[in-house]
């Protein structure tokens, strides 16, 4: 059998693709989470051969779980399923050691087959996604991005200080070269490109 958890924060998309993937007969979902940190919790207990996780998630995204998961030497491989047809995020995905990238549109037979695979130690990505990833390099450095992101969520040059443990001044240095690398008039619009792009 192959172990599978699931992370997906909407609970009727969470319960579908756990319906999905249990009328195979070789899949055995052990895990359901609604959160990154829930998901991380299941994944050092039960150990599954493979994490199914969504991007956007509350308290720690899938990017960041797969990272986590990584760094923990944890035998688990992971699969991003999400609606981000995106090149940005496909690389930073396979930069933090996911083994496969879907969109949720994708046809239903292809995730249990993808889970299989990736199992066996292959990959499982969109051929069209995967050119674009490489096609324009993100230029952010991951602070800057942090940073962005939470200015794009509308929090002060002071928050954002007082989150991250940085000086104002630190914060609008880092602001100040992401407006610039993305060639954006503010903050605001430079997070929207990066989010566009699937940098955030």
């Not at 195979?24 to 996780?53: F, H, N, S, Y």
């Not at 690389?91 to 889970?115: C, F, I, M, Q, T």
Request: net charge negative.
């Amino acid at each position: 059998m192959i172990r599978v958890v699931i992370a997906e924060d909407q609970a009727m998309v969470l319960g579908a693709l756990a319906a999905l993937l249990e009328i195979e007969g070789d899949l055995e979902v052990v895990g359901r989470a609604q959160d990154g940190e829930e998901a991380l919790a299941i994944c050092r207990e039960k150990r599954p051969d493979v994490l199914l996780t969504d991007i956007e998630m509350p308290r720690r995204t899938g990017l960041e779980l797969a990272t986590a998961l990584k760094q923990e030497k944890l035998p688990t491989r992971v699969i991003i399923l999400t609606t981000f047809a995106r090149g940005g995020y496909l690389r930073r995905a396979l930069e933090a050691g996911a083994s496969g990238y879907l969109l949720k549109d994708s046809p239903a037979e292809h995730l249990a087959n993808a889970v299989r695979r990736v199992k066996a130690g292959g990959r499982v990505i969109d051929p069209e996604l995967a050119a674009e990833a490489w096609s324009e390099p993100d230029p952010l450095t991951d602070r800057e991005r942090q940073v962005l992101r939470m200015a794009g969520d509308g929090e002060s040059s002071a928050d954002i200080a007082s989150t991250l443990h940085l000086s104002e001044g630190t914060v609008r240095n880092y602001l100040s070269e992401a407006i610039s690398k993305l060639g954006a008039g503010n903050r605001i619009e430079a997070a929207r490109i990066a989010r566009d792009k699937g940098w955030l």
